[in-house]
């Protein structure tokens, strides 16, 4: 009877631990903000290898997430190019990598590496360009 008690004591205790673990809150990364960057890449259309000595201006604005899910918008300008795209996005469990889906042209690998920095790597399966933007967080 004292055995029966005791395991009886112990699955109830390990069930209680258990219900506090899963009750913890996940703090995901706050990324709603205005992002700007630079980019190097390779452009399939005209055959051409770039880096951030190009004038390319990159505006990434993330207007809205909810937990792991988010949505915005994309801003690229230069002398002779001006583009802009929206994008929405979800964030990996381990908080380190966010997936993009863009609106018709592809879909992005974006790494955070700190809470003011992140890696976007674009690729473009219409046309097999690639590129990488290093962005930074505004204040």
């Given at each position: 009877?004292?055995?029966?008690?005791?395991?009886?004591?112990?699955?109830?205790?390990?069930?209680?631990?258990?219900?506090?673990?899963?009750?913890?809150?996940?703090?995901?990364?706050?990324?709603?903000?205005?992002?700007?960057?630079?980019?190097?890449?390779?452009?399939a259309e005209d055959d051409m290898f770039y880096n951030e000595t190009l004038d390319m201006t990159y505006t990434m604005i993330?207007?809205?997430?909810?937990?792991?899910?988010?949505?915005?918008?994309?801003?690229?300008?230069?002398?002779?190019?001006?583009?802009?795209?929206?994008?929405?996005?979800?964030?990996?469990?381990?908080?380190?990598t966010i997936f993009f889906a863009e609106k018709g042209t592809g879909m992005d690998i974006v790494h955070i590496v700190s809470?003011?920095?992140?890696?976007?790597?674009?690729?473009?399966?219409?046309?097999?360009?690639?590129?990488?933007?290093?962005?930074?967080?505004?204040?």
């Open positions: 009877m004292r055995r029966t008690l005791l395991i009886a004591g112990l699955l109830l205790c390990s069930c209680f631990g258990l219900s506090l673990v899963c009750a913890e809150s996940i703090e995901y990364p706050d990324l709603v903000g205005t992002w700007t960057g630079i980019s190097s890449g390779y452009n993330i207007a809205e997430q909810q937990g792991r899910v988010l949505k915005g918008k994309m801003e690229v300008s230069e002398e002779f190019y001006q583009g802009n795209f929206t994008f929405s996005g979800i964030i990996d469990h381990e908080m380190t809470p003011t920095e992140i890696e976007f790597i674009g690729l473009d399966l219409e046309n097999g360009s690639s590129m990488a933007v290093q962005f930074i967080k505004e204040e």
